[in-house]
Structures are given as structure tokens and as C-alpha cells.
């Protein structure tokens, strides 16, 4: 209590010495008799540096204040910014059709129409979701090989008026197929098998052609063990390689290939071809290309067209299996 009297009086002591001094220095006459040794006491006495003090204290606070709302200030223009550009890039952001093309990364009713086509011609075997991703990419550069276009995987104009052309040529994913019919008549019925054929000869060929020549794309790349890449391949990763670029999910490894493909009687371009070498069983596996030749990835020399008349394979064949049935 004592310490808040004193600091009162401290107070009202300052005020009556400041009110003092601005009576004398607006007297003229007695401002130099008075205005100096009153000056010289403020100074030298303790009311000076306590009034300095808190003035200073009084511009420290006001600066921090002012400094405080020059950075809220700053914080509100980035967030605004912030908030400008994201609305710009959705503004900004490409939507189906908006530059004549389909590409990965669209979303839409006219992805699903494109895809119920091209489930249609039997290039993409999977469910329509409208999303175009990396399955419908590698079945539109399946039918841009098959059907003579440039291959990139992108829907532009000339795809898909390919496309929705009644000319499109079908994937070639088998070459029969049985359908069961009903007959009715004369209160019977019966079932006949009714052999179909998914697609005919011209865009069978057409497509194998295309695959072929895409496989050769490759001749001269390095042998890996375990490669699956241009980089270097082994067997049966190239084939899966090769393949893939239109498509086709095949197994990883020889063995599974050799169980998954269906025997054929004569060997037609695009069929997989078996031989026995380093152990018991199907352990290479190479693409036939016609002309009793195949292009495989050789340990010895990579990727290369070989003859199946060698004495070294030949002697080690062991059937062809096809992907396509």
C-alpha cells in the first residue's frame, strides 16, 4: 500500500513540475532565469529517467503492435494469393474433349463410351469405369496397331473416328468360340452348338502382323536374368513385355506361359514356342514369327531371330502354346 502511495505521489509530483515548467518557459521574460536549473533538477533527478522509460516502453509496445499487423497483414495477402491460384487451376484444369483428346488421367461418361467400344472390338477385357488409365491406354495402343495409327495411346481425332468406324478392325482374342442356340418347334426343343467366328482372318492377321513387328522393336537388347525391360530381358520377361504392349497379362515365368497357353496343332505367328535347356521341363520360351523362325531373348547374344531348324534347338522343342484362345 505504502509502494502505491509512493508511486501516487511520484505521479501527481511529475504533473506539478511539467506544469510548472510549461508556466515559466511561456513567460519569456523568466524562461532564461527559471527554465535551466529547473531542467538541470528533472535531470538529475529521478523523475527524468522514470518518464524516459515508460515512453520508451510506450513506443516499444505501439511497434510491436504495428510490426504484428504488418505480418497478419502479409499472412492475409499470401492466403488470399493462395486461395487465387488454386481457384485459377481449377478453373485451369483440362477436362475431356476440351483440346480434341482422351489421355491418361481423364475421368467421364465419354472415357466409358470409349471404353464400351473397345471392350466391344475385344481390345479391353476389363470393367467400364470411366477412367482413363493405364489398361485403357495399352488397349487404345492396341488398337491404333492394329488398325495402322500412330501408336501413343492418346484419344485424338483420328482414333476415334477409327474408332466408331463400323471399319474397326477386332482384336484378335480367339479363333472360335461355341454359343449354344435353342431351337423350337412342333412342341420340341432342342440345342445345337453353333460354331461362331470372333473375327475374321483380315484383322486376325493384321494384329499378329503388328505384334511381330513390334517385337522386333527390340532386337539387339541385352540379355538379364530376371529383366523385364528394354534395358535388358530375359525370356520370358520379354515376352511378357512384348505382350503387355497390347494388352495381354501374361505370366512371369516360363513354366506359368507354358501352362497358361493352349496347345496348337501348327504353329501360326504370334504363337509361344518351348524349349527344355538348363533344366528338365519348359525353361526358355521365345514369340514365333513365321518362316520356322523365332525372335526370343537369348542368354548368349539377347534379343534375336533365330532359326527353329538349328541343330541346338531343335533338339530341345518342346511344343507352341497360344496366348489367343
Same mark, same amino acid.
Given at each position: 500500500? @505504502?509502494?502505491?502511495?509512493?508511486? +501516487?505521489? !511520484?505521479?501527481?509530483?511529475?504533473?506539478?513540475?511539467? #506544469?510548472?515548467?510549461?508556466?515559466?518557459?511561456?513567460?519569456?521574460?523568466?524562461?532564461?532565469?527559471?527554465?535551466?536549473?529547473?531542467?538541470?533538477?528533472? =535531470? *538529475?533527478?529521478?523523475?527524468?529517467? !522514470?518518464?524516459? *522509460?515508460?515512453?520508451?516502453?510506450?513506443?516499444?509496445?505501439?511497434?510491436?503492435? =504495428?510490426?504484428?499487423?504488418?505480418?497478419?497483414?502479409?499472412?492475409?495477402?499470401?492466403?488470399?494469393?493462395?486461395?487465387?491460384?488454386?481457384?485459377?487451376?481449377? +478453373?485451369?484444369?483440362?477436362?475431356? #474433349?476440351?483440346?480434341? &483428346?482422351?489421355?491418361?488421367?481423364?475421368?467421364?461418361?465419354?472415357?466409358?463410351?470409349?471404353?464400351?467400344?473397345?471392350?466391344? #472390338?475385344?481390345?479391353?477385357?476389363?470393367?467400364?469405369?470411366?477412367? %482413363?488409365?493405364?489398361?485403357?491406354?495399352?488397349?487404345?495402343?492396341?488398337?491404333?496397331?492394329?488398325?495402322?495409327?500412330?501408336?501413343?495411346?492418346?484419344?485424338?481425332?483420328?482414333?476415334?473416328?477409327? #474408332?466408331?468406324?463400323?471399319?474397326? @478392325? /477386332?482384336?484378335?482374342?480367339?479363333?472360335?468360340?461355341?454359343?449354344?442356340?435353342?431351337?423350337?418347334?412342333?412342341? !420340341?426343343? &432342342? $440345342?445345337?452348338?453353333? &460354331? @461362331? $467366328?470372333?473375327?475374321? &482372318?483380315?484383322?486376325?492377321?493384321?494384329?499378329?502382323?503388328?505384334?511381330?513387328? %513390334?517385337?522386333?522393336?527390340?532386337?539387339?537388347?541385352? %540379355?538379364?536374368?530376371?529383366?523385364?525391360?528394354?534395358?535388358?530381358?530375359?525370356?520370358?520377361?520379354? =515376352?511378357?513385355? =512384348?505382350?503387355?504392349?497390347?494388352?495381354?497379362?501374361?505370366?512371369?515365368?516360363?513354366?506359368?506361359?507354358?501352362?497358361?497357353?493352349?496347345?496348337?496343332? /501348327?504353329?501360326?505367328?504370334?504363337?509361344?514356342?518351348?524349349?527344355?535347356?538348363?533344366? +528338365?521341363?519348359?525353361?526358355?520360351?521365345?514369340?514365333?514369327?513365321?518362316?520356322?523362325?523365332?525372335?526370343?531373348? *537369348?542368354?548368349?547374344?539377347?534379343?534375336?531371330?533365330?532359326?527353329?531348324?538349328?541343330? %541346338?534347338?531343335?533338339?530341345?522343342?518342346?511344343?507352341?502354346? *497360344?496366348?489367343? @484362345?
Amino acid at each position: 500500500m @505504502q509502494s502505491m502511495n509512493r508511486v +501516487s505521489m !511520484k505521479g501527481i509530483l511529475s504533473l506539478a513540475v511539467i #506544469l510548472l515548467l510549461l508556466t515559466i518557459l511561456s513567460d519569456k521574460s523568466a524562461k532564461a532565469a527559471y527554465a535551466a536549473p529547473i531542467y538541470n533538477k528533472l =535531470v *538529475s533527478s529521478e523523475i527524468m529517467p !522514470k518518464l524516459m *522509460s515508460a515512453r520508451i516502453r510506450a513506443l516499444s509496445e505501439q511497434s510491436a503492435m =504495428v510490426s504484428a499487423m504488418m505480418v497478419r497483414s502479409q499472412n492475409d495477402t499470401q492466403v488470399k494469393k493462395e486461395i487465387e491460384d488454386d481457384n485459377s487451376a481449377v +478453373s485451369a484444369r483440362r477436362s475431356p #474433349l476440351d483440346d480434341g &483428346k482422351l489421355s491418361l488421367g481423364d475421368r467421364g461418361s465419354i472415357v466409358s463410351s470409349m471404353q464400351e467400344r473397345l471392350k466391344a #472390338l475385344n481390345y479391353y477385357p476389363f470393367q467400364v469405369d470411366g477412367i %482413363y488409365g493405364s489398361r485403357t491406354k495399352e488397349a487404345v495402343k492396341r488398337f491404333q496397331a492394329v488398325n495402322g495409327l500412330s501408336v501413343d495411346g492418346i484419344i485424338g481425332g483420328k482414333t476415334r473416328t477409327a #474408332l466408331l468406324s463400323d471399319d474397326a @478392325q /477386332s482384336a484378335a482374342v480367339g479363333v472360335q468360340h461355341e454359343t449354344a442356340a435353342s431351337v423350337s418347334g412342333d412342341n !420340341k426343343s &432342342k $440345342t445345337q452348338t453353333v &460354331k @461362331q $467366328t470372333d473375327e475374321n &482372318k483380315h484383322a486376325e492377321s493384321s494384329s499378329l502382323s503388328a505384334l511381330v513387328d %513390334y517385337a522386333k522393336n527390340f532386337l539387339g537388347s541385352p %540379355y538379364a536374368w530376371g529383366g523385364t525391360s528394354p534395358g535388358g530381358f530375359d525370356c520370358s520377361g520379354y =515376352v511378357q513385355y =512384348v505382350f503387355a504392349h497390347f494388352g495381354y497379362d501374361l505370366p512371369r515365368t516360363t513354366a506359368r506361359l507354358w501352362a497358361a497357353g493352349s496347345a496348337v496343332d /501348327s504353329l501360326a505367328p504370334g504363337d509361344l514356342v518351348f524349349y527344355e535347356t538348363y533344366q +528338365s521341363g519348359p525353361s526358355h520360351v521365345g514369340i514365333y514369327i513365321g518362316g520356322a523362325s523365332f525372335i526370343h531373348a *537369348s542368354s548368349s547374344h539377347g534379343v534375336e531371330i533365330t532359326n527353329m531348324s538349328q541343330a %541346338y534347338w531343335s533338339s530341345r522343342y518342346l511344343g507352341a502354346k *497360344s496366348v489367343f @484362345q
